[in-house]
């Protein structure tokens, strides 16, 4: 609802950002993308 709220209020950026506030998959994915050797591991970049 507090998603709703913000994207009438807003833009559909901030729906998304308050949704995906608690999301775990998006923290891990956030982490690995800001490190530099976790994401180029995962690329399989050396």
Do not use: P, R, T
Request: hydrophobic share 40%; glycine share 4%; net charge positive.
């Amino acid at each position: 609802m507090k998603g709703y709220i913000a994207s009438n209020m807003w833009q559909l950026n901030e729906l998304y950002q308050i949704v995906n506030e608690n999301d775990k998959v998006i923290d891990k994915a956030l982490k690995i993308i800001s490190d530099k050797k976790s994401y180029n591991s995962i690329l399989g970049i050396q």
